[in-house]
Nanobody, 116 residues
Framework: QVQLVESGGGLVQPGGSLRLSCEASGFNFERSYMYWYRQAPGKERELIARINSDSSDSYVADSVKGRFTVSRDNFKNVMYLQMNGLQPDDTAMYYC?????????WGPGTRVTVSS
């Protein structure tokens, strides 16, 4: 079955960096678009990044453009989110996502807290 597991979150000071990972299994990862979402306390879940199957095309939301980069390793079945210049507004649970046969699959999430 489809499994997604995020890791790499934690507590970081403003201006710091983190790299999140999403380990995927149970589906054809190398043929799948993959997504990163985040949900801040009291807010709706928002799409922040997307990457296509062969990394030839990617998208990041305006709110993180220039600071976050999405990438993937199809040999390892892992997607990454490099986050630089973190700010308190980036505090959220971060989730990876894949859509398979019209079903959305989510990992349990990894928490990122940006605070001094």
């Amino acid at each position: 079955q489809v499994q997604l597991v995020e890791s790499g979150g934690g507590l970081v000071q403003p201006g710091g960096s983190l790299r999140l990972s999403c380990e995927a299994s149970g589906f054809n990862f190398e043929r799948s678009y993959m997504y990163w979402y985040r949900q801040a306390p009291g807010k709706e879940r928002e799409l922040i990044a997307r990457i296509n199957s062969d990394s030839s095309d990617s998208y990041v939301a305006d709110s993180v453009k220039g600071r976050f980069t999405v990438s993937r390793d199809n040999f390892k079945n892992v997607m990454y989110l490099q986050m630089n210049g973190l700010q308190p507004d980036d505090t959220a649970m971060y989730y990876c996502n894949v859509l398979r046969a019209r079903v959305d699959y989510w990992g349990p999430g990894t928490r990122v807290t940006v605070s001094s």
